[in-house]
């Protein structure tokens, strides 16, 4: 599979470059083609079809290479066979790392198998495969090696890209960053698209060791650079729908908006207590509310309201076979793609000011300290007296002025207590930097800003942590029977890496931060960390190091504790509009409060996956459309000068943050010309050779803007001078 990369010069490859490495990998491929089979130097010319003297001269070399390193023997008539031996068959997902080779993700294997282009059999990133796995030649090797006998499950089909036409073909450069290949269209399969036009293509061939995919165009998006066809060119890279089948929204939209008033009887009645909404103050979903009074014993009784979603999405309904299919809204730059259609999200289950919601809630007794003397979970039905905006709230906080102003005093005073009983318990402190745009009316960066969170912001999650938390532990303890659990979906977090988390309390002496990594209580320590660099250069560098040793977290019906927040027991209970997982888990819950009948695990595990695999999917896609913005704003700043700070390190340059905007850029290894630089990758560094200069991670750095290259989400920086910090 060699074919045009993103880095060699693009033209249709229609011949092998001619190369001894290429004819080594064609003579490894011939060699295992058939099992224990012998080739004889003719034989290899021939099927070749090496008809040049110097193409020999290139075999001859190529395989005294392969001989000596062990792929394949000479045996006493001069003839070659492969030395692989195959030991075992194994399905796994490709990990397309560059155009060289690849990584196959086997479940219930350590180690992921390495196998180069010409082994992959056309398999492309994500694709699913059947491989055969060959005993290691040597012990020190990292990887086993392996090949592709089938591609078993093609993750997509379709690409999105740039089209370049000249007079005789065409091909596409795909967006997708795992995409090395261009895709060759023919003449007539343009569908009338226009040079530089940004398309969808549908591969028509998949690539092979000689030549590069084929496809033909299936819809034009428009102009590269438009925002709108930016916007859908992420969208359409990350199989994110524009919008609903019409069988889903003509269902949605024969739900009756009245409440029965049989449906309210068979509800706890919120309506006449306090109740309000706190969102972002461009929000058009709000699927949870506050509400509070003081109880005659002067306690508090705090209720997490949450949109009944499962009232109306019901099992086997168009509705929710789409819920599942998206199991989650994405958040892009410029817009939201709903898991839910707006009837829904945005209508009958939006908990909006003066009108009666269905919901399902959490409620809470509790005292001063925020100690939860009772609680209860059911369906409910609510009436919101008002809609907050954060910046609403928090001024309230601050002035202890407005609407409801003792309210949220007091709830923002439980908050504060929770929080603290959190940090106590091991939860870890690092927040993760969101950024965020503001736009023209054509969607075009003006300015990027990073999003400030305060109290109004935590007052809602503290409430809503608090929720996620008793629900998981409520269903938990709920005994079928002396030794089997009651199925359920929960949210988990396995602990951090511990080479991982060395590597951090090395990388942390560097600016003066002791971290015990062998500690038993190693979220204090974690939270030690984060508290001392707060507000310093370091800060996020040294967020971002804590973060990457961590596990992902992801959706299980196995109930293996939260690290991260410190949690035995946690789910996602609060966000039933956009996450697919909140609704099963309202499911569960309510089967279970009516009777503790045991749901398939199986079953409920599988919706798991798929859940965290779009999780991950929607992630992708808003970085992506992030990435991009950043690039456009900065297209603005070519030639001006940032401070910023190095937060990372590559075979191929430095990654910098840059301070002011928190965009990222490279400065390439090449443009450091006045030295040659080694990757000292286990200290975060890169060092040169003759002068001894090094760059670290978090070193600051003063650099121009040298270039941007929006197709590729690019932002090239050069060096200016270093940072006093």
Not at 452 to 470: C, G, Q, S, T
Not at 646 to 669: P, Y
């Amino acid at each position: 599979m060699k074919g045009n990369t993103r880095n060699e010069k693009r033209v249709v490859n229609t011949k092998r470059k001619k190369t001894t490495g290429n004819i080594k990998d064609n003579v490894l491929e011939l060699l295992n083609s058939v099992e224990n089979k012998t080739f004889s130097i003719k034989q290899i010319i021939k099927t070749l079809r090496l008809v040049t003297i110097a193409k020999r001269n290139e075999l001859s070399e190529a395989l005294e290479f392969l001989e000596s390193d062990g792929d394949v023997k000479r045996m006493p008539d001069g003839s070659y066979k492969s030395e692989r031996k195959a030991t075992e068959t194994i399905v796994g997902v490709v990990d397309l790392v560059n155009p060289r080779y690849a990584y196959i993700i086997c479940e219930g294997m350590d180690e992921d198998v390495i196998v180069t282009s010409n082994d992959l059999k056309g398999a492309m990133d994500g694709d699913k495969v059947s491989i055969v796995i060959y005993a290691r030649k040597k012990k020190k090797e990292k990887h086993p090696e392996g090949e592709v006998i089938e591609v078993l499950e093609r993750k997509r089909t379709e690409f999105v890209g740039k089209i370049e036409i000249s007079d005789r073909y065409a091909f596409v450069v795909p967006d997708a960053r795992k995409m090395y290949f261009d895709i060759f269209i023919k003449g007539g399969d343009t569908l009338n698209a226009k040079h530089k036009d940004k398309v969808l293509v549908q591969i028509t061939e998949w690539p092979t060791a000689t030549k590069n995919p084929a496809g033909k165009v299936v819809e034009v998006l428009g102009s590269a650079g438009e925002n709108e066809v930016e916007m859908h060119s992420i969208m359409l890279e990350y199989g994110l729908p524009y919008e609903f089948p019409q069988r889903v929204t003509q269902e949605a939209e024969d739900i009756a908006v009245e409440i029965p008033a049989e449906e309210i009887k068979k509800r706890r009645d919120f309506r006449n207590i306090t109740t309000f909404t706190i969102d972002p103050v461009d929000a058009k979903d709000f699927d949870d509310a506050l509400s509070i009074q003081k109880l005659d014993n002067g306690h508090y009784e705090i209720g997490v309201h949450i949109a009944d979603v499962t009232h109306y999405v019901e099992p086997l309904t168009e509705l929710e076979q789409e819920a599942y299919k998206r199991a989650t809204s994405v958040y892009l730059v410029d817009r939201v793609v709903p898991m839910l259609p707006e009837k829904l999200s945005n209508g009958l289950c939006s908990l909006r000011p003066n009108e009666d919601k269905l919901t399902f809630s959490a409620v809470f007794e509790m005292d001063e300290n925020a100690k939860i003397h009772k609680q209860w979970f059911g369906k409910t039905v609510i009436h919101s007296d008002r809609r907050f905006a954060y910046e609403e709230v928090q001024e309230i906080i601050e002035t202890e002025n407005g609407d409801f102003a003792q309210e949220i005093k007091t709830l923002n005073t439980l908050a504060h207590k929770l929080r603290e009983q959190r940090f106590r318990n091991g939860s870890i402190a690092f927040e993760t930097v969101e950024v965020k745009f503001n736009l023209d009316e054509k969607g075009k960066p003006l300015s990027v800003y990073q999003k400030v969170r305060v109290d109004a912001h935590k007052l809602i999650e503290d409430f809503m942590l608090l929720a996620n938390k008793k629900v998981a532990e409520y269903v938990y303890f709920m005994i079928k029977n002396e030794d089997q659990k009651l199925t359920m979906v929960y949210r988990t977090h396995d602990d951090p890496d511990p080479d991982k988390i060395s590597a951090l309390a090395e990388f942390a002496k560097k600016f003066g931060h002791t971290v015990q990594a062998e500690s038993k209580n190693l979220p204090n320590e974690l939270n030690k960390l984060a508290i001392a660099a707060e507000g310093k250069p370091e800060q996020n560098v040294l967020q971002n190091l804590a973060i990457r040793a961590m596990a992902k977290a992801k959706y299980t019906t196995s109930a293996s504790g939260h690290f991260g927040l410190a949690f035995d027991h946690y789910t996602h209970f609060t966000s039933p509009i956009r996450r697919y997982p909140d609704m099963m888990v309202h499911r569960l819950l309510f089967q279970y409060l009516e009777k503790p009948l045991t749901a398939n695990a199986r079953e409920y595990e599988e919706k798991c996956k798929h859940s965290s695999e779009r999780e991950k999917v929607a992630a992708d896609a808003e970085r992506a459309s992030i990435k991009y913005k950043q690039v456009e704003y900065m297209q603005t700043m070519e030639g001006k000068i940032f401070d910023g700070i190095i937060s990372g390190v590559a075979e191929w340059g430095l990654f910098i943050e840059i301070s002011d905007t928190k965009c990222e850029g490279l400065i390439r290894m090449a443009d450091l010309n006045d030295d040659y630089y080694d990757l000292d990758q286990a200290n975060y560094r890169i060092v040169g050779r003759r002068r001894g200069r090094i760059y670290t991670l978090g070193d600051g750095l003063r650099v121009k803007v040298k270039s941007t290259d929006l197709d590729k989400r690019t932002i090239d920086l050069s060096l200016v001078n270093w940072l006093e910090v």
